[in-house]
């Protein structure tokens, strides 16, 4: 097999002796074209279209080529005998000498100058632009001979100097033909290589794009998709750190659906690129209480009181569990806890998903194969029947990586078999209550974020106010804390919330249920007083029967046959 070689020379006088040379070469098939710099580099542009092999040329044209095509190029060096060929037609010459090239003319040119003691000055220039100027200061400090390659002796010739052209003989030329064949085995094993792993990454894996340094496409391969499912421009949004993108996850919205893009830094040989990879969200449309996210940092828990400063650190020695139950009145801040533990255990790897325990129970093979956490909330809606299943279905997953996070308001009998199930870990929420130091540093976050996301005006709120919040009983927790600052940072035009904001609003509240005489209370039959006691209760949930059973240590059904009767 021969190899279908382009060579372009730089000057005419080289084409005779290619045509020589290639007499005795038959593994080359050699096309010789004339151009030179950058009048070259279209030559070779086509020449790649039109599939040759290898590229050859010589010097600066060689080095302006080899950047703009992909397939290899060969530089025609200056042997020893062509500089001492042009230094002896040079020698008899009167006057000052010169030699201006690049470092492929001038590295060799130095060194028999230096060596045979030859009075030739040797000028290494970087760039062809930099050729006129430096000869026309040559001639202006008496130099009368410039030796070197085209340009050079162009720019001679424009200054009325003598030049001589340093030509490549036949050793340089068979030189370049040896380095074609070794360089052209190797570049077909590389590339024998490389359409293999291409191959292997169509069968194996689908729907990614590897950008660049500068962004640039490198490799994409669509199964899905007929192109990148997002506009590239936005893939490298933000430009996170390598330590916050290894593996992250991200969930897109597209023209499609949902998408889950990942992204993972790669350092190749000092280059950086970036693999993008797109894969369907698994959600089941309309399924209630399933919410699918990616939890990008670290959320904010306020812990300056010792209670929840305790809670942090139960967490903390817990991480590894792979069940963890979070116990708290309604309001304590459950789901962004499960968040928390989620970030602190992925670091932004993998997905997060928040589903009822019923969805659990009927889908839990339908969830996301990505998702890392699953916090399950709604376990008042199960029988004392499906709890023990739900301890089963939750013991027969077999990821290791996945972790769930129930929440309970209350460690009531029904829930015995997941509250002392050896698997399961159990870590208690203060309520607002019991963490009063806390009211402050939460109040400054929420006005602060209420300002960054609702445009609020408040930025600060009063001693006096605050003094108020933190006497008031909360019983609805944190998420009451965060719904009374809303209306006052929306209701307030000043940047001030005062005293008598903060007053206004908790003045509106229901007053906390009266606890009747246990006299009056305890008198009648067993039914009468047990109805007394559900009503009661009942009072103090807002008739919340979901809460009320609860508190009962009963399920919902036989607290409805109890209102029945």
């Known amino acids: ?11 005419p006088a080289m084409i005779p002796l290619i045509e020589e040379c290639q007499q005795e070469e038959q593994d080359l098939d050699i096309h010789i074209e004339l151009g030179n710099l950058q009048e070259a580099i279209p030559v070779a542009k086509e020449g790649e279209r039109q599939g040759y092999d290898v590229i050859i040329s010589r010097g600066g044209t060689a080095k302006l080529i080899e950047a703009e095509v992909g397939i290899p190029v060969i530089d025609v060096h200056v042997s020893g005998y062509d500089m001492l060929r042009v230094l002896t037609l040079a020698n008899d010459f009167p006057g000052k000498k010169a030699i201006v090239g690049f470092s492929n003319i001038t590295l060799g ?34 130099y009368e001979l410039i030796m070197g390659d085209v340009v050079t002796i162009e720019a001679a010739a424009r200054y009325s100097l003598e030049g001589i052209l340093i030509q490549s003989g036949r050793e340089a030329i068979f ?4 380095k074609v064949k070794s360089t052209y085995r190797l570049y077909q094993s590389k590339q024998q290589e490389i359409s293999l792993l291409h191959a292997l990454l169509q069968e194996t894996a689908s729907n990614f794009v590897v950008l660049g340094p500068q962004g640039q496409v490198v490799y994409e391969h669509w199964t899905d998709f007929a192109a990148c499912p997002v506009p590239v421009s936005e893939l490298r949004g933000g430009d996170l750190q390598d330590s916050e993108t290894q593996g992250a996850t991200e969930i897109r919205e597209v023209p499609q659906g949902k998408l889950k893009q990942k992204r993972v830094r790669k350092v190749v040989r000092g280059q950086v690129y ?19 996210e990616a939890v990008s940092q670290l959320p904010m828990i306020v812990a300056k009181s010792p209670s929840m400063s305790e809670t942090l650190d139960g967490i903390a020695r817990h991480l590894s569990s792979t069940c963890l139950v979070l116990i708290g009145e309604a309001g304590t801040g459950k789901r962004l806890l499960s968040q928390y533990i989620h970030y602190k255990k992925h670091a932004g790897e993998g997905l997060y998903a928040h589903l009822t325990a019923r969805h659990v129970l009927d889908a839990m093979d339908a969830v996301d194969p990505d998702v890392r956490t699953v916090y399950i909330n709604g376990l008042d809606e199960l029988s004392p029947e499906d709890i023990s299943r739900l301890v089963s ?13 129930l929440a309970l308001e209350q460690e009531t009998p029904a829930y015995r078999p997941l509250l002392f199930d050896e698997r399961s870990v159990r870590v208690h929420i203060p309520s607002l209550q019991e963490r009063k130091e806390d009211i402050r540093p939460l109040a400054t976050y929420y006005i602060a974020a209420f300002h960054g ?25 944190v ?4 719904a009374l600052l809303k209306d006052a ?12 904001k903060i007053a206004g609003l908790l003045a509106k509240k229901p007053a906390q249920a009266e606890v009747p005489e246990s006299r009056e209370f305890l008198q009648g039959t067993l039914d009468e007083i047990e109805k007394r006691i559900i009503h009661a209760i009942m009072k103090e949930e807002n008739d919340n029967q979901t809460r009320v059973a609860e508190r009962l240590g009963i399920n919902r059904s036989t607290l409805w046959r109890k209102l029945k009767q």
Do not use: C
Not at 175 to 178: K, L, Q, T, V
Not at 393 to 405: E, F, K
Not at 479 to 482: A, S
């Open 1 to 11: 097999m021969t190899i279908k070689t382009l060579f372009i020379a730089p000057y």
């Open 109 to 142: 040119a130095k060194a028999i100058t230096d060596v045979l003691d030859i009075g030739v000055e040797v000028f290494t220039i970087e760039k062809a632009q930099e050729v006129d100027e430096l000869v026309k200061d040559l001639k202006m400090n008496g």
């Open 175 to 178: 030189e370049a033909f040896m």
């Open 274 to 292: 970036d693999l993008y990879t797109f894969s369907e969200l698994r959600e089941r449309a309309g399924l209630s209480g399933e919410r699918i």
């Open 393 to 405: 279905v939750l013991g027969a997953q077999h990821d290791p990586r996945r972790t769930y996070v």
């Open 453 to 477: 996301t609702l445009g609020t005006s408040p930025i600060k709120i009063k001693e006096e106010a605050l003094a108020l919040l933190e006497a008031y009983h909360w019983p609805g927790n």
């Open 479 to 482: 998420d009451e804390l965060k």
């Open 489 to 500: 940072v929306t209701g307030e035009k000043g940047y001030v919330i005062g005293k008598a």
